[in-house]
C-alpha cells in the first residue's frame, strides 16, 4: 500500500524559513522520481521542485534561489527546505512520486503553509 505523508507545514513570518518532510512507503524510492507541488485556494497546482532518482533538481523561477529540494534514500524520505518566504508562498504543499514506466503517479494529503504579512 503506497503511503506519502508530508509533514512540517506551519505558520511562518515573511523572510522566515520551514522545512517540509514527505515520508514515502509502498514504493520503490530510490528510483523514482519525487516532487513538490502546492495549490492554493482558486489556483491551480503547480509544481515546487522536482529531484529525480539519480538527484537532479528542477525548480520553477517563482521559487528558484529560496526553496531546496533533497531526498534520503535511506530513510525514503524527500525534503523542500523552504527560505526567505513570502506571502504569496502560503498554499498546500503536496508530495508526488512517479517511477519511469509506471502508470501510476502518487500524492500525499497536503500540509498546509501559512506565510503572514
Known amino acids: 500500500q503506497v503511503q506519502l505523508v508530508e509533514s512540517g507545514g506551519g505558520l511562518v513570518q515573511v523572510g522566515g524559513s520551514l522545512r517540509l518532510s514527505c515520508a514515502a512507503s509502498g514504493i520503490r524510492f530510490s528510483i523514482s522520481t519525487m516532487a513538490w507541488y502546492r495549490q492554493a485556494p482558486g489556483k491551480q497546482r503547480e509544481l515546487v521542485a522536482r529531484?529525480?532518482?539519480?538527484?537532479?533538481?528542477n525548480y520553477p523561477d517563482p521559487v528558484k534561489g529560496r526553496f531546496t529540494i533533497s531526498r534520503d534514500n535511506a530513510k525514503n524520505t524527500v525534503y523542500l527546505h523552504m527560505n526567505s518566504l513570502k506571502p504569496e508562498d502560503t498554499s498546500v504543499y503536496y508530495c508526488?512520486?512517479?517511477?519511469?514506466?509506471?502508470?501510476?503517479?502518487?500524492w500525499g494529503q497536503g500540509t498546509q503553509v501559512t506565510v503572514s504579512s
Open positions: 508526488y512520486s512517479v517511477r519511469t514506466g509506471s502508470l501510476s503517479e502518487y
Open positions: 529531484i529525480s532518482n539519480g538527484g537532479i533538481t
